[in-house]
Structure formats: C-alpha cells, structure tokens
C-alpha cells in the first residue's frame, strides 16, 4: 500500500484526554479516532491488526471444533426476561424500544440468543456435543468509559458457546477452549497469565481469565513467589487457619469515643494496632440486609460476599438505611446487639480474636473487649476478605505477590445456568429429558489490540510483533524527488509485493526527518531506507524492535527479510 493513498493521520502531541500509553499512541500514530466517548473509529492501519488477530482466532476456534455463525446484535428484551437477566444485568445494559413500543437490547453478549436458538434447533443427545463461535461488535453503557479501547461502550469480541449432554464433555472442551486461548494470545505475541476469576453477569462457575500483564491494569492478580498458582484478586482465597489468640477475656466496655470513625481513627485513639478491631459493614444482599465483620486490617470482598452466601445482588446498604436499623451511621457500627433480623457474617480471621474493639451501635461510642460468642453471636464464619501481598499462598506453597493485568479473554463452565431458566432440554439416550450443560468463552479483540499496544512501545512509538503488525515491511525513499531513490523504491517495492511480503511505501514528499519520526511511531517490524547508496543498489534494513540497522544490497533484500521475519526479530 502506498501511504499517499491511504489515511494515516498521525499527531505529534499527546492528546489530553489519553490517560495510558496504548491510548496515546494509537491517536497519535494515526490507529484510532473517537467519535464519542467509549465509541471509535478504527482506522485503516487498525483494520488490518484487527482483521489478522481475527484470523488467529478463527484458526484456533475451528481447531478446537467450533463453527462460526453470526448472530444479531439486537436482542428482544423476551429472551432476557426469560433467562432472568433482563432486571439483573444492570445499568450496562444498552436498551431501547422499536417504533411499536417493544423492549430490545444491543447485545453485550450473547448466552440468550444462542440458549435460544439451540432449544429450537437441538432436541437429542445425538446432536452433542457441539461449539459455534462469532466475532461482533459488543455494547456495554459504561458509567465512565476510559482507557480508549480497553474500557468502551462499543467493543468488538469473539464469544463462543459450547453444548453437551454430561460434565465430562464440557470438562474435555473447556480444556480445548483452554489451549486454544493460550496458542492465540501467545500467538499474538502477548506476555499473559491465565488466572482463576469471578463468572460476574454472566453466571455459572469454574471460569479463568486471561490477563497481559501490565502496569496500567484494571484487575489486579495474586500469585504465589514458589509455584504457579495465579488468581484474581477476587476470587483468591485465604488461608483460613489463623493463630488463636491466647488473651484472656476481659469485661465488655462501652467508651466515648467522639468523632473516631475510621480504623484508623480508632486504633490511634486507643492505641492498638488495626489487627484488634473489627470493621463492620452492613450490605444488602438481594432483598435482605447482614453485618459482615473482617478484621481491621483487612478488606471486605463483596465477590466472595455474594458468593458464599449465593446471591444475586450484592451492595452495600445506604446512609439512612443504616440508621434505620441500627440507629448509627457508617463508623459506629458493630455486632453487639445487632437486632435478630439482621444475621451476622464474619470472616474467618475474626474467630482467632478475643477482646476486640468495635463500633457500638451508637454515633461517638465503641465497645473495647467484645467476645465473639460471648458479647455477640456470628452466623457463619466463611473468606469473607481481600487476600493481600504477604499472605501465604491458598495452595500451601509460598507467599503471594500482586501484579497487575488487563482482562482480555475469559472462559466460563455455565452448566445449566441459561438452559434450565429458558427450559432449553434435550432427550438423553434413555429417553428422558435433560438440560443442556453450556460452556461459554470470550475474547476482546479490540481490547487485545489495545493491550498489544501497551505491552509493545518505547518513547518513540508502537513496535507491533510480526504475526499481528498491520504491515511487515515501512519503505521509505528518503527524497522522492532523487530520480535514483525514487526507481529504486519503486523497483523495490514490486519486488518486495511479488515476493508475498506486506508492504507500505511512504512515498509522501515529507522531509526525512517526518518520515522517520511518523515510522517508528506507527510501529511496524522492519524498515528498509532508499538513501544515498541508491547508485549502488544498497539499502538500509532497520529492526523496530532492537534498533539494530543492515546495509543489503537490493537482489538479497527478499532473502534477508525473510530470515528476520522468521527469526521473530
């Protein structure tokens, strides 16, 4: 492709609103526009690393045995209501009505329509297993998109489902789903970690998250410094053994403690450390509302909230429903003598301590010495925290370390959540009527782009590896207006084509200088400069990645870039 006729529109200021790396540097190297906020415009350079990580994805897909169909982004709001989620979901949930009143939602994703579609379609066991797969544009309403292509509004992504008649058959194709997510990130050239995850909206269990590893991360991962176990923050769970303490009760005290609210606050106050106070929060779990109790130093992880007690819905209570039942605000509660309507949940590491100091139920007082079983009653015990950096590893095996990541990929074993709730059924070898076990796995593949992206740049641009790199080959006669140079990069050109090699010729009449800042911003993996040796047929080869520079002489140019290309440089 000649660069003067296609639309690379590349900026020399950082745009003030591109918060990380990768947003930056696809505005600036001409890869991306926005046309309002969380929605853009891919640009001819993205098209094509876009077009090339779809390849590698349907290669893997139908190598792990899934078709692809294509389904529509507008959903009738009948499939939603059905498998419950139209109410659930929440305010991601892009919805509308047609001319005639009727409810539809641009899909997010796509576990009805396709629960749907299987019902009508697959009635006996005979039929299973199978897996179909699509690549679309997704919709989600984010309250704050940001990040530019990994947190948007409008997003495009790979979903696959997969349906069986037994767990053994979907254990056997999630492990396929498995490796073929691993060969197409590593493919990618991508540093990531698959790790253990939260199923979120889209229900179900035992599911893994793919996550390129980064600074800029949303998600923060926890994995152990001697072996391989590696999880999301939220669903990394905590040694429950904790040391008894070997402190003799003592009497229960009510004190005046004025304005000391946080932990902070209250351990200064009475001069203890954070670990011999407990921090009460009242959350509303669906429709009822329960004290969890951590300790101190420690986080409530509203993921293992609403998974330990199998919730819908999990939020924390507001301000006035707060003094509603229990006549406090935030930062004078505490278990004792909470009403009996309201069940009380600890953590597993508020059980190991005796004389704890605590919110008494009443603004400017706390209790100092409360018992648990003595001065107040826990429902159940159960990991209610936020593992932390230093805490022994869940497997036994070292201590844990955090890392951050970016999300994107996503594996799920939904089970029978989407086929019992929409009576999706088949006839079983006996006969008898069975709900269909579901598998379902995701991928961004805009949002893959954009990690790429921030794993692979340097001060002076984007260095994108060879298997995606919108083109393989930048070349750049220095002065078009040298009748040498601009022959040889012609002749060049057409023979680097012939030879199947992916070619963008800047044949522009912008100063070297341009050229060269716009090449290594754009980022592609080789650059070959027609110069002053043009008179002898020798030109410049220059590896974006390394900065190392060759002079080759033009009839061995094909051969060499080949060696490079497949040496991965």
């Known amino acids: 492709m000649r660069q003067s006729m296609t639309f690379i529109p590349t900026l020399r200021e950082v745009p003030a609103d591109a918060e990380i790396k990768s947003h930056q540097l696809l505005l600036r190297a001409g890869y991306i526009r926005q ?30 045995g899934a078709a692809e169909l294509l389904m529509p982004t507008l959903q009738p709001a009948e499939l939603w209501q059905e498998s419950g989620r139209w109410n659930t979901y929440g305010e991601e949930l892009m919805r509308m009505n047609d001319r005639h009143g009727r409810d ?171 670990t011999q106070c407990i921090k009460s929060l009242v959350f509303k779990v669906d429709d009822e509302y329960v004290l969890i109790l951590v300790r101190g130093d420690h986080e409530v992880n509203d993921i293992k909230v609403k998974n330990v007690l199998k919730a819908t819905s999990v939020e924390l209570a507001e301000h006035n429903d707060i003094e509603r039942l229990l006549g406090c605000s935030i930062g004078s509660i505490g278990p004792v003598g909470v009403p009996k309507n309201i069940k009380v949940y600890a953590d597993y590491a508020v059980k190991s301590m005796v004389n704890i100091i605590c919110g008494a139920n009443q603004d400017g007082y706390h209790y100092k010495n409360a018992v648990e079983n003595r001065d107040f009653t826990v429902h159940e015990f159960a990991d209610f925290r936020f593992i932390m950096e230093g805490d022994p590893s869940p497997d036994g095996q070292g201590t844990i370390h955090f890392a951050r990541g970016i999300e994107v990929g996503h594996i799920f074993k939904l089970g029978t959540t989407y086929s019992d709730s929409m009576e999706a059924k088949f006839l079983d070898e006996n006969g008898k009527s069975q709900s269909f076990i579901m598998g379902c796995y995701g991928i961004g593949v805009s949002r893959t782009l954009s990690a790429v992206a921030e794993q692979f740049n340097d001060e002076n641009g984007l260095i994108w590896p060879i298997n995606i790199a919108p083109y393989q080959i930048h070349l750049i006669p220095i002065n078009v207006k040298d009748k040498e140079q601009l022959i040889l990069a012609e002749e060049l050109y057409l023979q680097l084509k012939n030879d199947a090699f992916e070619v963008l010729f800047d044949d522009r009449t912008e100063r070297a200088g341009v050229k060269f800042k716009d090449s290594d911003l754009i980022g592609l993996p080789i650059r070959v400069t027609v110069g002053k040796k043009a008179s002898e047929g020798i030109v410049e080869v220059k590896l974006r990645k390394s900065g190392e520079s060759f002079e080759v002489e033009r009839s061995l140019l094909s051969t060499f870039v080949q060696k490079l290309l497949k040496s991965g440089e």
Request: proline content about 4%; overall charge negative; hydrophobic content about 35%.
């Open 35 to 64: 046309t309002a906020s969380g929605v853009y415009t891919y640009m001819p350079l993205a098209k094509r690393i876009l077009d090339k990580i779809e390849k590698i994805i349907r290669e893997e897909m139908e190598n792990a």
């Open 104 to 274: 539809f939602a641009l899909g997010p994703t796509h576990e009805e329509v396709v629960t749907s579609l299987v019902k009508d379609e697959i009635k006996s066991y005979k039929r299973l297993p199978f897996a179909v797969f699509q690549i679309q544009t997704k919709f989600r309403d984010e309250k704050r998109p940001r990040f530019g292509l990994l947190r948007g509004r409008e997003f495009i992504m790979k979903d696959a489902y997969s349906f069986h008649s037994t767990q053994e058959s979907l254990d056997a194709v999630y492990e396929k789903m498995f490796i073929a997510y691993n060969n197409i990130f590593t493919r990618c050239g991508l540093n990531f970690r698959a790790v253990l995850a939260d199923s979120g909206a889209i229900g179900g269990k035992d599911t893994q998250e793919f996550m390129v590893l980064s600074e800029t991360g949303e998600d923060t991962i926890a994995y152990s410094d001697t072996s391989d176990y590696v999880a999301n923050i939220e669903m990394a769970e905590v040694n429950p053994n904790y040391e008894k303490s070997s402190e003799t009760p003592l009497p229960l005290e009510k004190l005046e403690t004025p304005n000391q609210k946080t932990i902070a606050d209250i351990s200064s106050f009475f001069q203890v450390d954070a």
